[in-house]
């Protein structure tokens, strides 16, 4: 069962690597993911923002929600240096 607790525990962690290289897999349904890499610009209460840049020099920002990453629907990598550390 889902806790405030839970949900409240992975805002602190995301919150703790802002400013840090991550790669992300959402989910899109259908059996498809998309895996990217960016950097984890921003934390706010209810989302947090995803900077991501392609091949033609364009930034896109996304936001996903900390509930995405309760349930799954989002899986975050941090990369520390050399070291990976997954958000939970």
């Keep these: ?6 949900l409240f525990q992975i805002k602190k962690n995301i919150e703790n690597f802002v400013g840090e ?21 921003n934390s706010y209460p209810s989302i947090f923002i995803v900077r991501f840049e392609n091949d033609y020099e364009t930034t896109r ?12 629907a ?3 990598v941090v990369y520390k240096g050399d070291q990976k550390i997954q958000v939970s």
Excluded: F, H, P, W
Aim: charged share 40%; no cysteine; proline share 0%.
């Design 1 to 6: 069962m889902i806790e405030k607790g839970d």
């Design 21 to 41: 290289k991550v790669q992300l897999k959402a989910n899109k349904g259908r059996k498809k993911s998309v895996i990217r890499e960016g950097i984890l610009e």
């Design 61 to 72: 920002r996304v936001s996903y929600s900390y509930t995405d990453v309760l349930t799954k």
């Design 74 to 76: 989002v899986e975050l």
